[in-house]
């Protein structure tokens, strides 16, 4: 099984401030015939089911703000949110399908400084 | 609009089984794979199978080989899962969702259900 791992488990970030968050896979999820990374980051609020954030590792889903980027590739990747909102307060998921069984990362708790 | 309603929380004891529902709405439910995902009480999300809407293919962890199945019914545009020999830590909130993709059940999961929580205690 691939293992996902983030970093760091939590992060307090000041509003308008940049809130970085890492994501490493035990193997690549990078499929070579078509080039696309099978990586997705999805944000989790209290009570609420996941929502997708990013798809590809890099695609931000309709309706994202593009204050939400993803970057990366092969094992290593990175969720950014470019200027902090008080909406952004969750725990972020990064999430591997590339194969069975598809495996979640523990998860990132991003709040307010 | 597309979601995904699932059945209400359960109690059940251990040794016991639970089957949940999944119903589709606002998109063609034979043409979307449906996934469920697990996450208990401070633990990761844990991904537990698929079923091909449309052939009724399905795939699954091998944590949970024997025990979980997952079966449709396209004239209710509901999927189900049922686990069973249930213990302690099944205890858990599981959703089902949908893949991103029509054509790909290999892809990200974008339409998710509110959950189902399912407690298991003696």
């Known amino acids: 099984d691939i293992v996902m791992t983030q970093s760091p488990d939590s992060l307090a970030v000041s509003l308008g401030e940049r809130a970085t968050i890492n994501c490493k896979s035990s193997?690549?999820?990078?499929?070579?015939?078509?080039?696309?990374?099978?990586l997705a980051w999805y944000q989790q609020k209290p009570g609420q089911p996941p929502k997708l954030l990013i798809y590809?590792?890099?695609t931000r889903e309709s309706g994202v703000p593009d204050r939400f980027s993803g970057s990366g590739s092969g094992t290593d990747f990175t969720l950014t949110i470019s200027s902090l909102q008080a909406e952004d307060v969750a725990v972020y998921h990064c999430?591997?399908?590339?194969?069975?069984?598809?495996?979640f990362g523990p998860g990132t708790k991003v709040d307010i400084k | 609009q597309v979601q995904l309603v699932q059945s209400g929380a359960e109690v059940k004891k251990p040794g016991a089984s639970v089957k949940v529902s999944c119903k589709a709405s606002?998109?063609?439910?034979?043409?979307?794979?449906i996934h469920w995902v697990r996450q208990a009480p401070g633990q990761r999300l844990e991904w537990m199978g698929w079923?091909?809407?449309?052939?009724?293919?399905?795939k699954y962890s091998g944590v949970f080989q024997g025990r979980v199945t997952i079966t449709r019914d396209t004239s209710a545009s509901t999927a189900y899962m049922e686990l069973n020999s249930l213990r302690s830590e099944d205890t858990a909130l599981y959703y089902c969702?949908?893949?991103?993709?029509?054509?790909?059940?290999?892809?990200?999961?974008?339409?998710w259900g509110r959950g189902t929580m399912v407690s298991v205690t003696s």
């Open positions: 193997q690549s999820v990078l499929y070579s015939s078509n080039n696309k990374n099978y």
């Open positions: 999430q591997q399908h590339f194969s069975i069984p598809f495996t």
């Open positions: 079923i091909n809407a449309g052939n009724g293919d399905t």
């Open positions: 969702a949908r893949t991103h993709s029509s054509s790909n059940s290999y892809t990200s999961l974008d339409i």
């Open positions: 590809w590792a890099s």
């Open positions: 606002g998109y063609t439910f034979a043409t979307y794979t």
